[in-house]
């Protein structure tokens, strides 16, 4: 069964836009993880949020962690190259984890 | 610092063939999470361990996966006999505690002729 579910599956966007990558879930997480994942390596840690409403700033990006804590956003300002990537959020459901199928983001110059 | 270590980096083998994967998590972290990552499934959890203990083997395929972790520093996972559809990037992952981030290896790219 899918505990996450991870929207959209792929952006494509021009340096300078901002997009929105979010996480959902039926069932209420006790944490929240976000990781960026380039190709041939292991996804890196963005950003870990645990508190219902909790925001959290990483330069130009805003996460987000829904006040029931069902579910997440990662928000990117003003999106350059090196924000190309595979984000992934990762769940802890009470001992129960799970990653998000992941969004394909694609900023061209 | 030395990161979660896995080896080897590739290997591609016929199918039936038996199949070892290695990690080597950092130091002091008490969690041992192995992955596996396809196009199709995206990163699936396998097995995570606990000091040692295996504590969810949920998402491991079938009876010919197997994991062992026999000491804080080591800790394989097997498959005998293998498939095509085992083909994927697996990765290990350790933590030092719950809600600290897991720290992922390169990953091993396993193909199954």
């Known amino acids: 069964t899918q505990l996450l579910e991870q929207s959209p599956q792929f952006l494509s966007i021009q340096e300078g836009e901002n997009l929105t990558v979010y996480c959902n879930s039926s069932?209420?997480?006790?944490?929240l993880q976000w990781y960026r994942q380039e190709p041939g390596e292991g996804p890196v840690l963005l950003v870990t949020?645990?508190?219902?409403?909790e925001v959290k700033k990483l330069k130009r990006l805003t996460f987000q962690f829904g006040d029931a804590r069902k579910d997440s956003s990662l928000h990117i300002t003003a999106a350059q190259p090196g924000d190309t990537g595979l984000y992934l959020c990762?769940?802890?459901?009470?001992?129960?984890?799970?990653f998000g199928a992941g969004t394909q983001v694609v900023v061209t110059p | 610092d030395a990161g979660v270590i896995q080896s080897p980096r590739h290997e591609v083998t016929e199918m039936g063939q038996e199949v070892t994967l290695r990690c080597k998590p950092i130091?002091?972290?008490?969690?041992l999470f192995w992955y596996r990552q396809t196009m199709m499934r995206g990163l699936e959890l396998l097995i995570y361990?606990?000091?040692?203990?295996?504590?969810?083997d949920s998402g491991m395929p079938e009876d010919r996966f197997s994991a062992k972790m026999p000491n804080a520093s080591f800790s394989t996972l097997k498959i005998q006999p293998s498939e095509p559809r085992d083909s994927a990037v697996y990765f290990c992952?350790?933590?030092?505690?719950?809600?600290?981030?897991?720290?992922f290896g390169d990953g091993t790219r396993l193909s199954i002729l």
């Open positions: 130091s002091g972290h008490n969690s």
């Open positions: 992952a350790s933590r030092i505690d719950s809600n600290q981030p897991q720290h």
């Open positions: 069932s209420v997480f006790s944490s």
């Open positions: 990762w769940a802890d459901s009470w001992g129960k984890f799970q």
């Open positions: 361990f606990n000091n040692n203990v295996p504590i969810d």
């Open positions: 949020v645990v508190t219902g409403g």
